[in-house]
């Protein structure tokens, strides 16, 4: 997940699957598959999201970011690493801090203004400030 978040990748279902990402695909009525898992759940419970902190490595494993911000990167680091270490209520606020400290930054400005004017997976020529 670490190299989705950090450079926008995606995953087939059936990829999401098999690392865990999903618990299931849907193939067919997707409206029917989520009120059938609904009631299931109603019913039988469900697997409740981890709220204590999480043991983290020092680093993340370098990835090719190409022509992504480092800065922005830097900072998604933080999140991921810092966060993981303060349980799920405190990680969350701490993950509202990072995304206004990547606001503040002139690649985010950058990725912004190309999105804008040149539409999506356009390439910005960030300062990685």
Same mark, same amino acid.
């Given at each position: 997940?670490?190299?989705?978040?950090?450079?926008?990748?995606?995953?087939?279902?059936?990829?999401?699957?098999?690392?865990?990402?999903?618990?299931?695909?849907?193939?067919?009525?997707?409206?029917?598959?989520?009120?059938?898992?609904?009631?299931?759940?109603?019913?039988?419970? $469900?697997?409740?999201?981890? =709220?204590? /902190?999480?043991?983290?490595?020092?680093?993340? /494993?370098?990835?090719?970011?190409?022509?992504? =911000?480092?800065?922005?990167?830097?900072?998604?680091? +933080?999140?991921?690493?810092?966060?993981?270490? +303060?349980?799920?209520?405190?990680?969350?606020?701490?993950? =509202?801090?990072? $995304?206004?400290?990547?606001?503040?930054?002139?690649?985010?400005?950058?990725?912004?203004?190309?999105?804008?004017?040149?539409? /999506?997976?356009?390439?910005? +020529? $960030?300062?990685?400030?």
């Amino acid at each position: 997940a670490w190299t989705i978040l950090r450079t926008g990748g995606v995953l087939s279902g059936k990829d999401a699957l098999s690392c865990g990402l999903i618990s299931d695909e849907v193939d067919g009525d997707l409206r029917a598959a989520a009120i059938l898992t609904a009631k299931a759940m109603a019913e039988h419970g $469900f697997e409740r999201i981890n =709220s204590e /902190p999480i043991e983290a490595p020092a680093d993340l /494993p370098e990835v090719d970011l190409g022509h992504l =911000s480092t800065a922005v990167d830097a900072v998604m680091r +933080k999140a991921i690493l810092e966060g993981l270490a +303060k349980g799920l209520e405190e990680g969350l606020k701490f993950e =509202s801090q990072c $995304f206004g400290e990547v606001c503040g930054l002139e690649d985010m400005r950058i990725g912004m203004e190309t999105f804008m004017t040149n539409g /999506p997976r356009s390439k910005a +020529k $960030f300062v990685n400030k």
